[in-house]
């Protein structure tokens, strides 16, 4: 996300609580629209992905993987916060483990 100046921070934290609580009902169709919509709202910080579907962890790890975002990822009581990101089939591997509670 490019930074805007005219956003006050409400803007930007209400950005990212609709992000937070359109990834528990993404589907592999929206996944295109909803890494934009990543793109748009998120610029840093935490993350919360409780409850969010395969395909929106997805599109979160594949935005950071592409180095334009470091977050930290929620998950209930857990936080990741990964340095580098795999490539490929270990990055699903990665949001798979992560969903099922395995990592």
Known sequence: MTFDPLL???DTENRKIRVESLGR???QIQRPH???LIRESIT???VDITDWTIEA??????IC???TLRVTLKDGT?????VRYPKGQMLESLANAIVSGDW
């Open 8 to 10: 006050t921070e409400d």
């Open 25 to 27: 009902i993404v589907k």
């Open 34 to 36: 909803f890494e934009k």
């Open 78 to 82: 857990r936080y990741f916060m990964p």
């Open 57 to 62: 962890v997805r599109a979160l790890l594949k």
């Open 44 to 46: 840093s910080g935490v």
């Open 65 to 67: 993987a592409e180095g």
